[in-house]
């Protein structure tokens, strides 16, 4: 018998027979995943090798042909792809967090209103939004560059500010894909301390899509994939 201190955290996401074709091509030819809590997971491959389509089937954006995503949230457990658009939308915004490579800030809104943005969206008031929106960006040492513009932030600043923006509304599960594809090696290393401080740090877990060793080294478990098809994962044997 397995003590319960050996066990592993409850999985927060599961794919299991993971499909998506593009018509001739098969950019996920059966996927299994699973994604425990408090992880964090490095997507790596050539390009082409599917991992944004598993990112994005992953986090509901887009549909797999077949296969099945289960996400364990806070109001217990969905099937991904069986979820009505608007639900799987409402799963995106109040349960998922998502850092591109470039952050997508609305260059009209200050630091902190972008990161309220998605709170307010959620329902949130807006001195409530507004004050986990600080308190986000003073933990990702953005304290003074609140009342900035997106045009008045460096590369890296920026990048932390979507940061505090996909974690403001308590995301269970991060979904970045190539966060650092656009900054220097030491400006990715403080982006990248930033989104494990923000997501393994409290708890949730991070599935990130990267080209660089670097970046993926600093993840708990490397997941490689070729053709569609993962080919090797850190963590096989291992649970
Ligand atoms: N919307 C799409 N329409 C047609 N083909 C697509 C589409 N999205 C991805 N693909 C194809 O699916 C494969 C996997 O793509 P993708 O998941 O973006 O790979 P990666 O992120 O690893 O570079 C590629 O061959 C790509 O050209
Ligand atoms: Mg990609």
């Known amino acids: ?17 993971l499909v998506k074709r593009y018509g001739e091509t098969i950019a996920l030819d059966d996927v299994q ?5 408090g992880e964090s997971v490095a997507i790596m491959g050539a390009s082409g090798s599917g991992k944004t389509t598993l990112l994005h089937v992953l ?12 996400f364990a949230g806070r109001s217990g457990t969905v099937t991904v792809p069986e979820l009505s658009d608007a639900d799987r939308s409402r799963l995106r915004r109040e349960e998922f967090g998502f850092v591109f490579q470039q952050g997508f800030l609305l260059p009209e809104l200050t630091a902190a209103e ?7 969206m959620n329902g949130e008031k807006k001195d409530a939004a507004g004050d986990r929106a600080r ?15 997106p045009g008045q932030l460096s590369g890296g600043q920026a990048q932390r500010v979507a940061i505090a923006r996909a974690q403001a509304t308590g995301a269970s599960v991060t979904f970045a894909d190539e966060p650092t594809g656009a900054l220097d090696s030491i400006t990715s290393e403080e982006v990248m301390t930033a989104l494990l401080h923000s997501t393994t740090g409290q708890g949730r877990a991070l599935v990130v899509v990267t080209h660089d060793e670097a970046v993926a080294a600093r993840c708990a ?17 291992t649970r």
């Not at 995943?33 to 809590?37: A, I, N």
């Open 33 to 37: 995943l699973t994604v425990r809590r």
């Open 114 to 120: 972008n990161v309220a943005l998605p709170l307010l």
């Open 59 to 70: 986090a509901g954006i887009i549909l797999p042909d077949a296969g099945d995503v289960r």
């Open 1 to 17: 018998m397995q003590q319960p201190s050996s066990s592993p955290p409850p999985a927060v996401l599961h794919a299991a027979r």
């Open 221 to 237: 478990r490397v997941v490689r994939m070729r053709d569609g098809r993962v080919h090797a994962d850190s963590a096989a044997g």
């Open 135 to 149: 308190a986000w960006l003073a933990a990702l040492g953005l304290a003074g560059m609140a009342d900035r513009r």
